[in-house]
């Protein structure tokens, strides 16, 4: 079994920053790709960033290129999401995802291992 738990969410002004981080324990997670999805009212959820469980290859959706930047921690357990120049369209909950499939090309999120989410709010 593989838990993630989210933190870093909150209420930000359209411009502004937020740091998202999703803490993973069990199993082997370090041999694990990573990824993040959001999901805002009304939305399916889609695909955000991931990064390889080697950390050497990023993934990211057209909507955030440039924007945002996921990366983790030296001992692999740790995902961060730094979110800059946030737009109100970034408003969504934000979920983890663990083990997912990487292709090379992509990343397709496994279906066992998502975190509870941590909402975001970007105000206008």
């Known amino acids: 079994q593989v838990q993630l738990v989210e933190s870093g969410g909150g209420l930000v002004q359209a411009g502004g920053s937020l740091r998202l981080s999703c803490a993973a324990s069990?199993?082997?997670?370090?041999?694990?790709?990573m990824g993040w999805f959001r999901q805002a009212p009304g939305k399916e959820r889609e695909f955000v960033a991931a990064?390889?469980?080697?950390?050497?290859?990023?993934y990211y959706a057209d909507s955030v290129k440039g924007r945002f930047a996921i990366s983790r921690d030296n001992a692999k357990t740790t995902v961060f999401l730094q979110m800059n120049n946030l737009k109100p369209e970034d408003t969504a909950v934000y979920y983890c995802?663990?083990?997912?499939?990487?292709?090379?090309?992509?990343?397709?999120?496994?279906?066992?291992?998502w975190g509870q989410g941590t909402q975001v709010t970007v105000s206008s």
């Open positions: 990064i390889s469980a080697s950390a050497g290859t990023a």
């Open positions: 069990g199993r082997t997670v370090s041999n694990y790709a």
């Open positions: 995802n663990a083990g997912g499939r990487d292709s090379g090309r992509g990343y397709s999120p496994s279906w066992d291992y």
